[in-house]
């Protein structure tokens, strides 16, 4: 029993690498997820680059300043949410999942590998946002304020890895996983202040971002690098609000989630898997 459990951080390891190799083996996974949020920085910089974005009480923002961070976080969701949803759903479907429960390896590492992949691949494209935002465009960085930024990446990435998870188990095939992720993930961004800022929008349609986890997400992650917060930037009630999804998602991922294709789907081959914005063979 002394050995197994040695041996375990070195099985998780193993298949966390092995579900890198399958994210990097698709081009098209790695530009959405890691490129397509840097190129948006970019192009907000260069249209809007001498404008100043005015918050009120949250203060006054470069462009830069403000898409940094909230790309950086929706890239970070991007990585677990849409991967893990789509990736997983087609795993299902062409029935990788199921011949997975012939092996020795527990179902808990499996899951355990593809969400700690996903993590980090969120950080990957999260640092190489906030470098190029630094570096590039001169977005202050306070070391101060790292351990906030750090445990709102955690806690957000777990949310939305939970989330994604249960796209998987309730998508009814690997097929419609794509756009089930896109159609929720992109509205989201919209509401929750990652490509525009709502100050202006109607009401009710700022109270449906303040529900959601992307703004939450975003916006705890913003204040890390927002000059106009002071102290260490913690924020317990967004971290709360994410911990509350992520405990929801996880829950509902657990009930659904079947390791059998589904009814009509057994043996679904493709190259949707290697066509799609994921890792999945």
Same mark, same amino acid.
């Given at each position: 029993?002394?050995?197994?459990?040695?041996?375990?951080?070195?099985? $998780?390891?193993?298949?966390?690498?092995?579900?890198?190799? *399958?994210?990097?083996?698709?081009?098209?996974?790695?530009?959405?997820?890691?490129?397509?949020? *840097?190129?948006?920085? %970019?192009?907000?910089?260069?249209?809007?680059?001498?404008?100043? $974005?005015?918050?009120?009480? =949250?203060?006054? %923002?470069?462009?830069?300043?403000?898409? /940094?961070?909230?790309?950086?976080?929706? #890239?970070?969701?991007?990585?677990?949410?849409?991967?893990?949803?789509?990736?997983?759903?087609? /795993?299902?479907?062409?029935?990788?999942?199921?011949? %997975?429960?012939?092996?020795?390896?527990? =179902?808990?590492?499996? +899951?355990?590998?593809?969400?700690?992949?996903?993590?980090? +691949?969120?950080?990957?494209? +999260?640092?190489?946002?906030?470098?190029?935002?630094?570096?590039?465009?001169?977005?202050?960085?306070?070391?101060? =304020?790292?351990?906030?930024?750090? +445990?709102?990446?955690?806690?957000?990435? *777990?949310?939305?890895?939970?989330?994604?998870?249960?796209?998987? #188990?309730?998508?009814?095939?690997?097929?419609?996983?794509?756009?089930?992720?896109?159609?929720? $993930?992109?509205?989201?961004?919209?509401?929750?202040?990652? %490509?525009?800022?709502?100050?202006? /929008?109607?009401?009710?349609?700022?109270?449906?971002?303040?529900?959601?986890?992307?703004?939450?997400?975003?916006?705890?992650?913003?204040?890390?690098?927002?000059?106009?917060?002071? &102290?260490? #930037?913690?924020?317990?009630?967004?971290? &709360?609000?994410?911990?509350?999804?992520?405990?929801?998602?996880?829950?509902?991922?657990?009930?659904?989630?079947?390791?059998?294709?589904?009814? &009509?789907?057994?043996?679904?081959? &493709?190259?949707?898997?290697?066509?799609?914005?994921?890792?999945?063979?």
């Amino acid at each position: 029993m002394a050995d197994s459990r040695a041996g375990m951080p070195a099985l $998780i390891l193993s298949q966390i690498r092995y579900e890198n190799r *399958l994210f990097w083996r698709t081009p098209v996974a790695a530009f959405f997820t890691i490129l397509f949020p *840097l190129m948006f920085l %970019f192009l907000f910089s260069l249209i809007f680059g001498g404008e100043d $974005i005015d918050l009120g009480p =949250r203060g006054t %923002f470069t462009v830069a300043q403000f898409f /940094a961070p909230t790309l950086g976080a929706f #890239a970070a969701a991007s990585a677990t949410y849409t991967n893990l949803g789509i990736a997983g759903a087609i /795993a299902r479907d062409e029935g990788i999942l199921k011949r %997975f429960l012939g092996t020795p390896l527990p =179902r808990s590492f499996y +899951i355990v590998g593809k969400v700690g992949s996903a993590i980090w +691949i969120a950080a990957i494209a +999260i640092t190489l946002m906030m470098t190029v935002g630094h570096f590039v465009f001169g977005v202050p960085v306070y070391a101060a =304020r790292l351990p906030a930024a750090l +445990i709102t990446f955690v806690i957000g990435t *777990l949310a939305f890895s939970a989330l994604g998870l249960l796209v998987a #188990a309730l998508a009814p095939s690997g097929d419609s996983a794509p756009a089930i992720t896109n159609a929720t $993930i992109l509205p989201m961004a919209f509401v929750s202040e990652v %490509f525009i800022v709502t100050a202006e /929008a109607p009401a009710w349609l700022q109270r449906v971002g303040d529900v959601l986890p992307l703004k939450h997400f975003a916006r705890a992650f913003q204040d890390a690098f927002n000059p106009a917060v002071s &102290g260490s #930037a913690f924020n317990w009630g967004r971290w &709360g609000i994410l911990l509350a999804w992520g405990v929801v998602g996880a829950a509902l991922a657990l009930k659904f989630f079947s390791w059998d294709p589904k009814e &009509g789907r057994a043996g679904v081959k &493709g190259r949707r898997g290697r066509s799609s914005k994921t890792g999945a063979e």
